[in-house]
């Protein structure tokens, strides 16, 4: 019995150690919401965004696989045959970039992990420390502004959401937890446009992974991508279909971060110069940490060397990718082209990633598209930068953008209904 007992014992805590998913009852529990907070009179008559991020999304996924309810929306809406993605092409640069208008180097996430000197810490995704400190976080991200300007919003993951930013959290938020299904993240954004007027947010934003799963396990090429993307594309048929019933003025905004592209080949970086005791970010592409100036020029001169890999000293890196940030970009920062990466060890290299440069990688191209009361109805855009997306947003929902930022209403102003 004891022995039974035990192995069932054991066998549960796998299953709940491999991430079963939650309930919706355990999801419901698992929300924040700020006392205290309700819609001014002005921002009740307001529209309405939903912002979907589908992370690692490309550009041409969703004609290249048939997702009909995406196409539906590009087709009937406003869309851009490839949305142009910020330097570093990485998740957490991108989507902040998206809410804030401001390239990476400015709004400084310039990767998925990187060093601050000043703070004398490294910022890594998984580190709740870092993630939910708002002093990592430039901007104004949409749902601040919203806040700011008595306008409720509601955050399911979007990158930077856990962390008070300018002291103001979503009215209603999630910590990241990949055990909530994607099931239950429609259901939930379905469920907040169902809350009483003055409870009710009006900017919302939603995140999915399976996307970029799939992208990088099996490349952009393989059926099983497909099958991602085509999943994906059912649960924003089950969005539209749940916000049609709803009769609100609702415009729903898809976005990805960057897109996909095959990779076959890698170069192992400490097996190719000697680091020392150079300290790495190796989110690709990687940057090096090296504050000892002969140390890192030797180190440069190496790298110089290595055929197929390119090397900047901080204040090197072309202007046109904007990648400015004295604190937080390496002394030396390593890129190549696909199909080839960089590596920390030796490993088998296959799939797919990104990262790399968005000016000269189309496969880098993430999407953008969007239908809505606000918005046009059949319009095509040529490549377009997501540093515009920001203030598309805002105009929107009639927020006023209270900072400088990177982007330009202008570039995407004539999609919107007058
Ligand atoms: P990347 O390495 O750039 O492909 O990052 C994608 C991964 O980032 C996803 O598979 C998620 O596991 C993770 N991720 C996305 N959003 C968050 C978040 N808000 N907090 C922590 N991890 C996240
Ligand atoms: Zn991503
Ligand atoms: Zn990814």
Wanted: one cysteine or more; proline letters at 6%; aromatic letters at 10%.
């Amino acid at each position: 019995m004891k022995i039974y007992g035990l192995l069932g014992a054991l066998f549960l805590s796998i299953v709940v150690a491999r991430g079963q998913s939650l309930s919706y009852e355990e999801v419901t529990d698992l929300e924040q919401v700020v006392p205290n907070r309700e819609n001014s009179s002005w921002a009740q008559n307001q529209p309405y965004v939903i912002m979907i991020s589908i992370d690692g999304f490309r550009h041409d996924y969703a004609e290249k696989y048939g997702a009909d309810n995406i196409l539906s929306i590009m087709k009937g809406g406003v869309s851009t045959r490839s949305l142009i993605c910020s330097f570093p092409t990485k998740t957490f640069p991108n989507h902040y970039t998206l809410v804030t208008g401001l390239y990476p180097g400015n709004h400084g996430l310039v990767s998925n992990e990187f060093y601050s000197r000043e703070k004398d810490y490294w910022y890594k995704i998984r580190d709740k420390k870092a993630v939910q400190d708002g002093s990592w976080y430039g901007g104004v991200p949409i749902w601040v502004l919203a806040e700011q300007q008595q306008m409720l919003s509601a955050n399911l993951f979007w990158a930077g959401s856990e962390a008070p930013i300018r002291g103001m959290l979503s009215t209603y938020s999630y910590q990241y937890n990949s055990r909530i299904s994607n099931a239950h993240r429609i259901r939930k954004l379905l469920g907040w446009l169902d809350l009483p007027e003055k409870q009710r947010p009006h900017m919302l934003l939603g995140y999915f992974s399976l996307v970029d799963d799939a992208g990088h396990r099996y490349g952009p090429d393989h059926e099983k991508t497909k099958d991602a993307v085509l999943e994906m594309d059912a649960l924003v048929g089950e969005l539209m279909r749940g916000v049609e019933q709803t009769g609100l003025p609702v415009n729903i905004v898809l976005v990805s971060d960057h897109g996909m592209s095959p990779i076959n080949r890698g170069l192992v970086l400490p097996e190719l110069v000697d680091l020392q005791d150079a300290e790495v970010a190796y989110s690709f592409p990687p940057m090096i940490y090296q504050p000892d100036t002969a140390k890192r020029d030797q180190l440069y001169g190496e790298l110089l060397q290595v055929e197929g890999l390119k090397v900047y000293r901080q204040w090197e890196v072309p202007e046109y990718l904007h990648f400015k940030n004295e604190d937080r970009v390496g002394d030396l920062v390593l890129l190549t082209k696909a199909p080839t990466i960089i590596l920390e060890r030796p490993g088998v290299i296959s799939g797919g990633t990104h990262g790399f440069n968005p000016f000269n990688t189309p496969d880098m191209g993430g999407i953008f598209c969007g239908s809505g009361p606000q918005l046009k109805s059949g319009v095509r855009l040529s490549p377009t930068e997501n540093i515009h997306i920001y203030p598309l947003i805002a105009e929107i929902l009639g927020l006023s953008i209270s900072e400088p930022i990177d982007g330009d209403l202008r570039s995407l102003e004539f999609i919107l209904k007058k």
